[in-house]
Each structure stands twice: as structure tokens, then as C-alpha cells.
């Protein structure tokens, strides 16, 4: 079979589609604080997104993207290396290391490229990348990008890591990567536990607080909801969540800043951030800053859906975070779900393998009204019964 002949033959998408299950790529066309308005007109109370803080349809910052657009044009067509660079960049990278308490930070134009330039801008042929096994995909591919070796470790699991970091002669040359707040069970990652280790066998530890940055610890992430920050030697943050736009960055020492500003290659061989979306981050952080009621805000709406859910009797995990995941048992009945809630006005995530196992992903938001959370509890009652018991199979 050839690399064109596997495309032909996957035919799963339009199995799901003659089905009416195909969860992927639906059209929205428009959103507001807590709401989304789907392509059919249909309103949903929205409890798939990311926009914890509720900043992505903020006027200040939809403004503050708007002016920056207009006065250095739509993209800066090309890297910040060479010719791509603005004070933008440069005041957001100084106002995010003051605010997350790192000597530097290093802007990035996605989350995904942070994580990359990090990783195989450090690593190389030679050395050890240990991942969580619940690691996102691209600390995974970044990983697989430096050519390092790759160890696993269970998820979470630091006496398992401190084994592996134990049967290596020289641990200096080892990385353990893991997330902050892991993105689809929402539970934290065990900092305390992982700096001892690191500590005691010399590898460097770099968490990815994509999930964590702007909503833990007044916004300030996961190392300073451990009160930890200063022994985390590498930070990796994405702008796409709590920050309301697109983009990345690399929070460090100024040696390992500077180094990364010439050698990372997903900085270097990519355009830079659109001045909008950098200007959009930037105004973001801002606000963070002078309204941090939305991170508790957050964290109580979270909390509220958890208490509902459970007492509706849903599974959540061990979410502690505005990402509530709610089990569903196999594909079809975690489809069968999804589209049951959108019936009720009530958009969730449905998520599949190899993403992860089964299950509706649910997220909440800083912006969302009693009223809202209420509509998204009745959905969820009103479909209990056929979710919660043995689908049959499609």
C-alpha cells in the first residue's frame, strides 16, 4: 500500500457522517460570553472551550487586536529571527516572565511550537526525554523531533520515574517533560514530588502550563500554585487558552532564553506571531492582572458542575481544574452522548482514541452566568438515562 493508498481507504469519517455521529469540524458562527451560535442557528450553552477566562471575546482585547493589525498590518510575514520582530513581541515577553516570576520568556506563534523549540532546541542525540504517558502531543512529537531517547513513565506516577532516573549513569544530560494540568482528565501534576526527584538525579524538568498558566494561583500557573515557580528550570505556556488568541512561549533563565532565541528551529524557521494576536495576548495578560476574580470565578463554575454532575451520577475523575471529563464507556456511546447534549442546547467535546479514551470533555469558563451552568445541568439530566446505561452498538 502506498502513502496515497492508506487515504483512499480510510473510511471511518464517512461512516460516522452516514451516521449522523461525526463530531468534527462543525461550523460556529458566532460566540459570546458563554454561548455559541452553531452554523443551523442553533444556540448552545458552549462547555467545550478552552477560553477559561472568557477574554477571547472580550472588547479590550478584540480592540487591542484590532489596533494592532492596523498599525503593523495583518502578519509580519516572516521570522522574528530576521525581519519578523516587534516591540510587541518584546514587551510581551517582558510582562509575562515579571507576571510568572521566570528571569525570561521567549514568544513563540503557537503553543505547539513553544513546546518544540524547547525540547528539540535543548535536546539532542544522546540525551534522555522522560514523558508522562498522558504527556500532550506535542511534548511527544517535540521529543521525537531532537532525537533524544524517549522513557516512559506512568502517569503521575514519581516512584516509577525516580527507577528509570536511578538506572541511569549520568542523569545530567536527562529531560522529564510533563504537563501542568493534563488536558483531558484535568488533574494536576504532582510538582512537589517532581522537583525532588529532578533534584536528586539531576534532570532538568520542564512542565507545560498550557492548561495551568492564567487560571491557577491568580493566573500565575501551576508552579505558583505549589509555590514551586523558581525550581521549575523550564516553563512552556500556550495563549490559546486563559490568554484568549494564539500563541506560545518559553519561560526560563536568561542563558537558556538566549540560547533558544538561536537555536530553536520552530522560532527560527517560522513566521512570527500576527501583531494580533501577540497584541491580543499581551491585553489579556493585563486584564488577568487587574481582574484575577475571573480565575476564582472560574474555579467555582468548575466546581459547581462537578458537584452536579456527580450528583446526577456521572464519572469526573480527578479533575481540580475548570476541565471536568465525564466517562462514557466506548466510542459510540461517547457520540451517542455527544450529539444527545447538542439536542439539549449543550455543546461538549466528544473525544476518541488515540486522543485519549473515551469521553465527553467538558470546560468552563470564567463568563458564564448561573443561568447557563443551570441549562447545561438540565441537558445533562435530561440524557442521563440513555447515557449512562449500555448503549447498543452501532
Known amino acids: 500500500m502506498s502513502v496515497i493508498d492508506k487515504c483512499t481507504s480510510y473510511n471511518r469519517p464517512n461512516e460516522l457522517k452516514s ?22 442557528g442553533r444556540e448552545v450553552v458552549m462547555c467545550g472551550s478552552n477560553d477559561y477566562l472568557g477574554l477571547s471575546t472580550d472588547p479590550r482585547v478584540i480592540q487591542a487586536a484590532a489596533r494592532a493589525a492596523e498599525r503593523y498590518g495583518a502578519g509580519c510575514t516572516g521570522s522574528r529571527f530576521l525581519n ?16 510568572f516570576g521566570k528571569p525570561a520568556a521567549l514568544v513563540l506563534a503557537t503553543g505547539y511550537q513553544a513546546n518544540l523549540g524547547a525540547i528539540a ?20 512529537d517535540a521529543t521525537r523531533l531532537s532525537r533524544a531517547k524517549i522513557q516512559w513513565f506512568a502517569h503521575n506516577d514519581t516512584a516509577e520515574l525516580a527507577d528509570k532516573l536511578a538506572r541511569v ?22 510538582l512537589p514530588e517532581l522537583v525532588d526527584v529532578c533534584g536528586r538525579f539531576g534532570a532538568t524538568l520542564l512542565v507545560d502550563d498550557a492548561h495551568g498558566g492564567g487560571v491557577l494561583d491568580k493566573g500565575r500557573g501551576t508552579g505558583s500554585h505549589f509555590g514551586l515557580t523558581a525550581d521549575v528550570p523550564l516553563i512552556t505556556l500556550t495563549f490559546s487558552k486563559a490568554f484568549g488568541s494564539i500563541g506560545g512561549a518559553i519561560l526560563g533563565d536568561e542563558t537558556v532564553i538566549d540560547y533558544l532565541r538561536h537555536n530553536a528551529r520552530s522560532l527560527m524557521f517560522s513566521a512570527s506571531a500576527s501583531p494580533s494576536n501577540t497584541a491580543a495576548a499581551l491585553e489579556s495578560l493585563r486584564i488577568l492582572q487587574a481582574e484575577p476574580w475571573r480565575c476564582s470565578t472560574v474555579a467555582g463554575n468548575a466546581d459547581f458542575m462537578r458537584r452536579e454532575l456527580t450528583t446526577l ?17 466506548d466510542d459510540i456511546s461517547t457520540l451517542l452522548a455527544w450529539n444527545l447534549l447538542i439536542e439539549q442546547g449543550v455543546y461538549v467535546n466528544a473525544v476518541l482514541p488515540p486522543a485519549a479514551s473515551p469521553r465527553l470533555r467538558t470546560s468552563y469558563t470564567a463568563v458564564q452566568t448561573e443561568d447557563q451552568l443551570q441549562r447545561a445541568v438540565d441537558g445533562f439530566r435530561a440524557v442521563r438515562d440513555q447515557v449512562l446505561r449500555a448503549p447498543a452498538r452501532v
Open 84 to 99: 519578523g520582530n516587534l516591540e510587541l513581541h518584546d514587551q510581551l515577553e517582558r510582562e509575562l516572565a515579571q507576571f
Open 19 to 40: 451516521a449522523g455521529l461525526y463530531p468534527y469540524f462543525l461550523n460556529f458562527d458566532g460566540r459570546d460570553a458563554g454561548t455559541a451560535r452553531m452554523a443551523d
Open 169 to 190: 549513569a549520568e542523569s545530567n544530560n536527562c529531560m522529564v517533560v510533563v504537563d501542568g494540568v493534563y488536558s483531558m482528565e484535568g488533574d494536576l501534576c504532582p
Open 313 to 329: 451520577g456521572y464519572e469526573v475523575g480527578a479533575s481540580e481544574t475548570p476541565i471536568v471529563p465525564v466517562e462514557t464507556g
Open 121 to 140: 532546541g535543548l535536546c539532542g542525540p544522546g540525551d534522555i526525554v522522560f514523558l508522562d504517558k498522558e504527556a500532550h502531543a506535542s511534548l511527544i
